[in-house]
């Protein structure tokens, strides 16, 4: 059964710090997705990451995958308040189940002035 | 263009109820997701449609729930008898199709409260 565990769970930043989110996986998979969610609201897409050695980045954020490892990495450079917010990593669980996506438990990040 | 949309947003109901909630798909999408968020936690997978047809509900938590998708467009998620424990958000979501890209969009949800 696949699992996926982010670490921290509680993120409190300073505005202007970096920090890294880890979201690390329990089977092979190289289809890796990180979603943003607001209070009361729903989740919005943030990176779609498809093969081993895969970068995106956005603005303040850049999203990585090890697949060897089982690891993506969510890093933040120079945090702003607008950052604010839970952060998901979900991993496609791949051959005859692609689609099922299995979620972290998620990261609330907390950007301070 | 329109994201997908759930009906209703929020829905109270007794113990022992039927409820019914609905999933209007980005159009053009051919796979349809359900998933179920309880309080502080990340969204659970229910159930995935590929056209009309379940492709995988492995998720679903018992004989209680059931989805339909008649036409491969909008879909219905079903719970008979709620119990207090089915207290949560549903979200539905839609992509292009199941495949090697899956970026998946999601609805607002709909929260549902079991008295």
């Known amino acids: 059964e696949l699992k996926v565990e982010q670490n921290p769970l509680f993120l409190s930043m300073q505005e202007g710090k970096n920090y890294t989110i880890y979201c690390n996986y329990s089977?092979?998979?190289?289809?890796l997705y990180w979603y943003r969610q607001d209070p009361g609201k729903s989740l919005e897409s943030l990176f779609v990451l498809l093969s081993n050695g895969a970068v995106k980045q956005e603005g303040r954020l850049m999203a990585s995958l090890d697949t060897k490892a089982r690891l993506s990495t969510l890093h933040i450079t120079a945090a702003v308040h607008d950052l604010s917010a839970t952060y998901f990593c979900a991993v496609d669980s791949g051959g005859t189940s692609y689609g099922k996506l299995t979620f972290g438990q998620g990261t609330i990040l907390t950007v301070h002035p | 263009g329109a994201g997908v949309s759930q009906t209703p947003s929020n829905k109270v109901t007794e113990k022992g109820k039927y409820v019914e909630l609905r999933c209007d798909p980005i159009?053009?999408?051919?796979?349809l997701y359900w998933y179920r968020q309880s309080l502080g936690q990340g969204p659970e997978f229910l159930i995935y449609f590929q056209g009309t047809g379940a492709a995988d509900d492995s998720g679903l938590p018992n004989d209680r729930f059931f989805a339909v998708r008649p036409e491969g467009s909008v879909s219905t998620l079903k719970i008979q008898r709620t119990e207090r424990g089915d207290s949560a958000v549903y979200l539905c979501?839609?992509?292009?199709?199941?495949?090697?890209?899956?970026?998946?969009?999601f609805g607002p949800g709909t929260r549902l409260t079991v008295l």
């Open positions: 089977t092979t998979s190289d289809r």
């Open positions: 159009s053009g999408h051919t796979a």
């Open positions: 979501a839609s992509s292009l199709s199941i495949g090697s890209y899956n970026e998946q969009f």
